[in-house]
């Protein structure tokens, strides 16, 4: 168990419907990394936030947003589902400033775009 | 960052050791060489990090030679429950905001 629970565990959406998925960092931890892992591929970074704000973004379109709370927990939010959007969605959580900052994963969301 | 290559599968028995190589050419002075191991439907969990040398701990040990253009995963005495996917990153390591990259990974399978 790493600490960082997401929610919901899988979900079903509909091509164009919007969905929400969320995190829930260690406890100590202030920043919120999520990756997209499609199927028999390495996960790919989506973003990270730090304080609340973006902190780094990988190569995903505009469609893809985040939040961060101030408890630290995180939402990720896709519009405009696409079928290619399937994919095992993955938080990690760390503390940046620390020289130890290793990176603990949730266990996934599986999202399935029909 | 450093791209990094290895192979996409790898068959073992229980009791072997595992030995596991990532081609990096491109790594620069200040990164570090990170692995992780993925169960299916799991996140990543990380196993080991080094920087030159030598690096073990209770899971396993990390060989990178002088000039680091390449790293060995050593899994001693696998087991059935080490079948996974193991991913080699390359990095500023630990500290580096954790925007990890993660290529395709060794699909390793251990038979009985």
């Known amino acids: 168990e790493t600490g960082v629970t997401q929610s919901p565990t899988h979900l079903i959406k509909t091509r164009g419907q919007q969905v929400t998925l969320r995190c829930s960092s260690q406890?100590?931890?202030?920043?919120v990394s999520w990756y997209q892992q499609a199927l028999g591929q390495g996960p790919q970074f989506i973003f990270q936030?730090?304080?609340?704000?973006?902190?780094g973004r990988g190569n995903f379109p505009p469609r893809f947003s985040g939040l961060q709370f101030p408890n630290y927990s995180s939402e990720l939010n896709v519009n405009a589902l696409e079928l290619d959007d399937s994919a095992l969605y993955l938080c990690?959580?760390?503390?940046?400033?620390?020289?130890?900052?290793?990176?603990?994963f949730g266990q996934g969301t599986r999202l399935t775009v029909v | 960052l450093a791209k990094t290559t290895q192979p996409i599968s790898m068959d073992s028995y229980e009791g072997q050791e595992v030995n596991i190589t990532c081609s990096h050419n491109?790594?620069?002075?200040?990164?570090?060489i990170t692995w992780y191991q993925q169960f299916p439907s799991q996140g990543p969990r990380f196993i080991i990090q080094?920087?030159?040398t030598k690096v073990t701990n209770e899971v396993a040990s990390l060989f990178i030679p002088a000039d680091r253009k390449s790293s060995t995963l050593s899994l001693p005495r696998v087991s059935l429950s080490d079948t996974a996917v193991y991913y080699c990153?390359?990095?500023?390591?630990?500290?580096?905001?954790?925007?990890?990259?993660f290529g395709g990974g060794t699909r390793l399978m251990v038979k009985p």
């Open positions: 936030y730090y304080r609340e704000e973006e902190n």
């Open positions: 080094g920087y030159k």
């Open positions: 990690a959580s760390s503390r940046l400033g620390r020289g130890d900052a290793e990176a603990f």
């Open positions: 491109n790594i620069a002075t200040n990164d570090y």
């Open positions: 990153l390359v990095g500023e390591g630990l500290n580096a905001g954790n925007m990890l990259t």
């Open positions: 406890s100590g931890h202030n920043t």
